[in-house]
Each structure stands twice: as C-alpha cells, then as structure tokens.
C-alpha cells in the first residue's frame, strides 16, 4: 500500500524567509508519479510539479524548488524568500497509475501561514 | 483556461436527506474522481470513473454512490446524509497520462449535514 506523510502540520515563517515543506513516501511500485498541489483560501487544489520516478533532478520554478531523492524516499519543496500569497495549505500526493494520475494518495497536507 | 466546476460552494442538508454533488469538466478528460477533505486526514478517495457509465470504488465509498452519463459530468449521491458525511467534497478530472498525469481541481464544496 502506498503512503505519503507530511510530519509538518503547520509551518509559520516571516515574509523572505525561506522555509521547506517535507514529504515522505511508502510505495511498493518501482514506477511511480509524485506531486506537489497549492490549496489557497479560495479552495481549489492548484497543480505545482510533477515528479517520475525515472526522474531525480531537482527542478527549480522562480521562488520554488524540488528536492527528489529515491535513497530516502523524500520529495521536499523549497520557497525561497516567501511573501504572504504564499500562504496556503500544500498537498504532497503519489500516484502508481501513469493513466489515472488523479487517482492519488495525497499526504494530510502542511499550513504554511507567511507573516507580513 | 481548464476548468472543473462545482456547482455548489456551501451546502446545509438535513440528516436522511439524499444530496447530490455535481462536477463538470471541460477538458474532455476520461478520468473523474470525488474527494472528500477533513482536517488532518488530507485528501481521501470516495469514487472515480475512467469513461462514461465505468465508476470504481476508493478507499471510503460507503454511504456514497457516483454516476457518470456523459464524459463530462460526474456526480457525487449521499443516499441518506448523515452528520458524518459534513465534509469538503473536491472534485478532479485527468487526462489520459503521459506528459498529462496531473489532476485539475474545482473548488470545493463544504457540505453540512444538520
């Protein structure tokens, strides 16, 4: 059975500080998808990154980063100098389904609240 | 710009009450699913549907049911709320996989069971 965990339930930080949002997963499968969503106050989950499991390089998006490492079975995200439209809770989720993706297994989400 | 739409944002029912939730997309994707969103449980599988009249269970279908009569419509049925069915319910679409394996969202709706 496949699991994700997110150990972090909320995060607090002061805006341009930089904070990381840790991601854990269990899976069986040598081939699988991971992802990172934004939910906002508004509540509509927004697609950041996907993530093969082929694929271990780490991506860098303006102010986000993504660290993948298969040793440890992690896949953290990075802001860098956070502002308050950051502010939102995020979702780590896993999917072994490459045809049904939005069949996931999402963690229980960290609430990231950036400070003015 | 891709669009799943919810047709409700809030909803009060009573207990016994059947509700349906409605979702549409219009990116033409096969697959649908239901979610429902509780606090420190994430986000949970109800249901989901990979092609028109096809639906599979997730891990919490019980008290719940699903249709899908056309590829762009999938609707959430609660037979007969209960109070512990008050919850977020999130509905998402995907594509067909490969480059597009990711979930598009709608918005949201807060269901409360009175």
């Known amino acids: 059975a496949q699991k994700v965990t997110q150990a972090q339930t909320e995060i607090s930080v002061v805006e341009k500080e930089d904070v990381t949002l840790d991601c854990v997963y269990e899976?069986?499968?040598?081939?699988?998808?991971l992802f990172w969503y934004k939910q906002p106050p508004s509540g509509e989950l927004v697609f950041l990154i996907r993530r093969n499991s082929f694929d271990e390089q780490n991506e860098i998006s303006g102010r986000y980063s993504w660290n993948f490492q298969k040793s440890t079975s992690s896949f953290n995200f990075t802001i860098t100098a956070s502002q308050v439209v950051d502010s939102a809770v995020y979702f780590c989720a896993l999917s072994e389904d490459n045809t049904n993706a939005g069949k996931s297994t999402f963690g229980d989400g960290t609430t990231l609240t950036v400070k003015p | 710009d891709v669009k799943v739409t919810q047709s409700s944002r809030y909803l009060v029912k009573r207990t016994g009450e059947k509700v349906f939730l409605e979702c549409v997309q219009d990116?033409?994707?096969?697959?649908m699913f239901w979610y429902r969103q509780d606090p420190g449980l994430g986000l949970r599988l109800i249901y989901f549907s990979y092609d028109v009249k096809m639906k599979e269970k997730g891990d919490i279908p019980e008290g719940y049911s699903v249709s899908r009569e056309k590829k762009e419509r999938f609707s959430l049925i609660l037979e007969s709320a209960s109070t512990n069915q008050t919850s977020m319910y999130l509905c998402?679409?995907?594509?067909?996989?490969?480059?597009?394996?990711?979930?598009?969202f709608g918005q949201g709706t807060r269901l409360t069971v009175v």
């Open positions: 899976t069986r499968d040598t081939t699988y998808y």
């Open positions: 998402a679409s995907s594509g067909p996989g490969g480059e597009n394996t990711e979930a598009f």
């Open positions: 990116m033409d994707h096969e697959n």
